[in-house]
């Protein structure tokens, strides 16, 4: 059984940076593809970004050029470096994993990733 551990969320002005970290326990999850999504109060969870084991990457369009997804595969850890940080940037942020070894997949649908951390909250003020 595997365990997602997402922290480094909080507070933060608009404009300013945060970087969530992923973690796994209990399974390494170097060789599987992993995802960030994010869910605002009364709207759907949306896909942000994902990485595949060989560094394949997707962004979601409203967050390219301001957000960063990396991994640590020595350290079974994944990063979401968010830079330039909305107020619409503003909801839970999860990670998620899919259970594919050495897959290049990177996309969006939610439904493609099979386990899910808890989530952390990211607050953007004015």
């Known amino acids: 059984q595997v365990q997602l551990v997402e922290s480094g969320g909080g507070l933060v002005e608009a404009g300013g940076s945060l970087r969530l970290s992923c973690a796994a326990s209990?399974?390494?999850?170097?060789?599987?593809?992993v995802g960030w999504f994010r869910q605002a109060p009364g709207k759907e969870r949306e896909f942000v970004a994902a990485?595949?084991?060989?560094?394949?990457?997707g962004y979601a369009d409203s967050v390219k050029g301001r957000f960063t997804i990396s991994r640590d595969n020595a350290k079974n850890l994944v990063y979401l470096q968010m830079n330039s940080l909305k107020l619409e940037d503003t909801a839970i942020y999860y990670c998620?994993?899919?259970?594919?070894?050495?897959?290049?997949?990177?996309?969006?649908?939610?439904?493609?990733?099979?386990?899910w951390g808890q989530g952390t909250q990211i607050t953007v003020s004015s």
């Open positions: 990485i595949s084991w060989n560094d394949n990457i």
């Open positions: 209990g399974r390494a999850f170097s060789t599987y593809p």
């Open positions: 998620a994993v899919k259970f594919s070894p050495r897959s290049s997949y990177v996309g969006s649908a939610a439904a493609s990733y099979d386990y």
